[in-house]
């Protein structure tokens, strides 16, 4: 292919943001010491047929756009780096990678997206040695079984409902829809893993109290459409980390308190 270009690691430090983004083909930043977060700007690297970013020392969630990388058709593996918080159902639109989609050896939590089962994988489908919960979706283990993937081991909890733990609690991800506070009984309450991306659906909360957890991973966008919040908006003295989104910013009618602070959210605000 005329002017096509192949990225690979050349040192240790974090990713690029800016790639160029038409004749770019394949990232190869593999085995390169990488730390922080995958940039939410790989979204726009459309040409891109094979992105290695496998064994990194690579944080955080996993970005939502990386499902816009369309050409994506031979290698998808982010195996072997640090990443948090649940998988975004957006990985399912890379139908077109057909050899490997890798994700083994993370710290991934909450289910396995119904959606992956629509993918096209045909050699290797590993999700093991995360910390995955709940049932494993029969389209999921369809794929699976058709090529000898791998999703169950000790590190996973699968087969056990997601945020059971009796020694170290975690948020529920199921709520009644008409709730109108997550107040007293959610702060200063040791909470583990990540926020739910279902607390989205609680279109009817006025206050979200948060604070002083032990909670981790990234902060999910569908917090942004919490359209009722009101009153109070507060995640500070937690351990998220990565950007933050910003479909915050909907939260407009917020007036009393929004506090972020005692964290180790990256990037630019």
């Known amino acids: 292919m005329t002017g096509a270009r192949s990225l690979v690691a050349a040192e240790a430090a974090t990713l690029p943001t800016t790639l160029p983004t038409t004749d770019t083909t394949a990232i190869d930043y593999s085995y390169g010491g990488y730390n922080g977060t995958i940039p939410t700007e790989f979204g726009l690297l459309t040409a891109v047929q094979i992105l290695r970013l496998e064994t990194n020392e690579l944080s955080g969630a996993?970005?939502?756009e990386l499902g816009l990388m369309s050409a994506l058709t031979?290698?998808?593996?982010?195996?072997?780096?640090?990443f948090t918080g649940p998988l975004p159902t957006e990985l399912a639109q890379l139908s077109a990678v057909t050899n490997s989609f890798l994700l083994h050896k993370n710290s991934f939590t909450s289910s396995i997206p119904t959606e992956l089962g629509m993918l096209n994988v045909a050699t290797y489908f590993w999700l093991n040695n995360n910390e995955f919960c709940s049932d494993v979706?029969?389209?999921?283990?369809?794929?699976?079984?058709?090529i000898g993937g791998q999703y169950q081991d000790s590190s996973n909890d699968i087969g056990t409902p997601c945020g059971f733990d009796d020694a170290w609690p975690k948020l529920p991800s199921v709520l009644p829809a008409n709730t109108r506070s997550l107040g007293d009984a959610y702060s200063s309450s040791s909470f583990t893993g990540t926020i739910p991306t279902e607390f989205g659906l609680l279109t009817a909360v006025q206050i979200l109290r948060l604070e002083t957890n032990e909670l981790s991973g990234a902060c999910p966008t569908e917090l942004g459409l919490m359209s009722a919040l009101t009153a109070n908006f507060k995640l500070n003295d937690n351990d998220f980390t990565g950007p933050l989104p910003t479909e915050l910013a909907q939260l407009s009618a917020v007036t009393n308190s929004f506090l972020l602070h005692k964290n180790s959210f990256t990037s630019s605000i």
Not at 74 to 82: E, G, R
Not at 137 to 146: C, D, G, K, R
């Open 62 to 64: 996993c970005p939502t």
């Open 137 to 146: 979706p029969s389209q999921v283990e369809a794929l699976s079984s058709s």
């Open 74 to 82: 031979a290698n998808f593996k982010l195996n072997d780096n640090d």
